[in-house]
């Protein structure tokens, strides 16, 4: 048997090795797939999430939907997200807002205002746009001293117009509990509602000539802070900082709104949302319309449509329509 080849014997002994290199190349090729499948559908996944044409938040949502915006430790998110506190010292108040901005929504939030002696401080809850045209629907609650009642300040601004308040003393102690304040928004009107009860509404009247906030996306935000020179009496009662913190409380937040995507410059709401949620096609009926005007009748104590004196050349168009 003549002897072996010494180079085919080397060559022979590489055959090994050759299997385990192509072998290694499969196993990585294989797993780079999956890890792109998973990825993918990773990313698939949040498309769908992000793009679902509402978002309807239950409760204990804060750490996932708001961001404490100033006041540092003065704003604090407790019981597991399912309570926000924020308080007013003479340093400095606190607030806090949405992560993400909504084109139409039901905002539905239960607020605990400061107890006891709140003259000079404002606890406000409201959404907004941004710039020197921005749109904005306000509730706003103004303190008072111990025995009096709290004020309620709605306001609606359209492409930066605002001057269009209505005011309430509350029919309750909102204090003692937390009370719901919703805002609804829709392309017909804007409604304001305490504990389910309407107080308000300012109706879509863009064919009448007054701008109605439908094309900017907006934000929900929060704050407590001192506005001792008007808020109370016209400013003629300040705050008492003997008593600070001031405390306020909010919790059982929830919405049904179109989220507005800045990467497609777009509402997530369809053209079937807006036929088939409630929400974004009501407005009030007679029946919620005769309950709202018998509750301003007992309860409003400032209609900047009566204000003659403001407004002496008459108020704004929108008011005929009341």
């Not at 064919?207 to 704050?223: A, E, L, N, T």
Request: net charge positive; charged share 25%.
């Amino acid at each position: 048997m003549p002897p072996r080849n010494p180079n085919q014997s080397r060559s022979n002994s590489f055959i090994p090795y050759l299997a385990f290199i192509v072998f290694c190349a499969i196993f990585v090729f294989k797993v780079d797939i999956i890890i792109s499948q998973t990825i993918f559908t990773a990313r698939r996944n949040v498309d769908i999430v992000t793009s679902a044409p509402t978002i309807v938040i239950g409760n204990g949502t804060f750490h996932r939907h708001f961001i404490v915006s100033w006041g540092e430790s003065r704003a604090r998110i407790l019981e597991d997200g399912e309570l926000l506190e924020l308080s007013l010292d003479k340093l400095s108040g606190s607030g806090f807002e949405s992560k993400k901005e909504f084109i139409f929504g039901k905002i539905d939030m239960q607020i605990k205002l400061v107890p006891g002696d709140s003259a000079g401080t404002v606890t406000t809850y409201y959404l907004s746009s941004e710039g020197d045209h921005h749109d904005e629907i306000d509730f706003e609650f103004l303190g008072n001293s111990s025995g009096n009642p709290y004020t309620l300040h709605t306001n609606v601004f359209s492409q930066g117009k605002g001057e269009r308040e209505q005011q309430f003393f509350l029919w309750f102690d909102p204090t003692q509990d937390f009370h719901k304040y919703t805002i609804l928004w829709n392309p017909k009107c804007i409604i304001f509602y305490v504990d389910g009860v309407p107080i308000r509404e300012f109706k879509n009247l863009e064919r009448r000539g007054v701008p109605f906030p439908k094309d900017q996306p907006m934000r929900i935000y929060s704050s407590l802070w001192d506005a001792e020179e008007w808020a109370t009496q016209g400013g003629r009662v300040k705050t008492n900082w003997t008593l600070a913190p001031f405390t306020a409380g909010y919790t059982n937040f929830s919405a049904q709104a179109c989220i507005w995507s800045y990467r497609t410059k777009s509402s997530a709401c369809n053209s079937n949302d807006f036929k088939s949620k409630g929400w974004l096609k009501t407005g009030l009926d007679s029946r919620g319309r005769a309950q709202m005007k018998r509750l301003q009748k007992k309860h409003m104590v400032y209609d900047y449509c009566k204000d003659k004196w403001r407004f002496p050349k008459g108020p704004g168009r929108e008011c005929r329509f009341h």
